[in-house]
């Protein structure tokens, strides 16, 4: 018991090292003066900027296939940002995080909530991810992995 439990600690920790790996390398930060204030006005313009109702309507329209090249985006920036929890490729357990092959894809409205807003202990990537990215993650998701034809 001790070792299966073992193996499967030291095949999260590859899994999460192979996330990292994917991750883009980070900007160094600007240096701070001393008269800066706490809360720059830049530090607020980094977000990405509200999404239009007429995107997200587009996002809700059912679509027989996604545009071209949008699963490929949608599988690169899952294992950028989702693999570390939800599992590569989509596949995990189901115990601690949602296991998204389950994910129905007829609700995309509530995909767009859980991953704007958060759920649980997950957190909300509106101020990390903009809508193409996330239109993009629902287009790998929503195929539940699988290339669509």
């Known amino acids: 018991m001790r070792e299966a ?3 499967r600690q030291a095949s999260l920790a590859r899994a999460a090292l192979a996330a990292v790996a994917l991750l883009p390398a980070a900007a160094p930060a600007p240096a701070e ?9 830049a530090a607020a313009s980094t977000a990405p900027p509200a999404t239009p109702p ?4 587009r996002l809700l329209e059912p679509g027989p296939v996604p545009a071209p090249g949008e699963f490929d985006r949608g ?7 989702c693999a570390p ?9 189901g115990v601690t995080t949602y296991d998204l092959r389950r994910f129905p ?6 995909f767009l909530a859980s991953v704007s807003k958060g759920k649980g202990n997950m957190p909300a990537w509106e101020n990390a991810l903009d809508f193409d990215q996330i239109k993009a993650l629902w287009a790998y998701v929503s195929n539940h992995g699988r290339r669509p034809e």
């Open 5 to 7: 439990r073992v193996r």
């Open 85 to 93: 929890c939800h599992g590569l490729n989509l596949v995990n357990a």
């Open 75 to 81: 599988r690169t920036q899952y294992h950028r940002t």
């Open 33 to 41: 003066t001393a008269a800066a204030p706490a809360l720059a006005p």
């Open 54 to 57: 007429d995107e997200i309507a």
């Open 105 to 110: 894809p007829d609700q995309p409205e509530r």
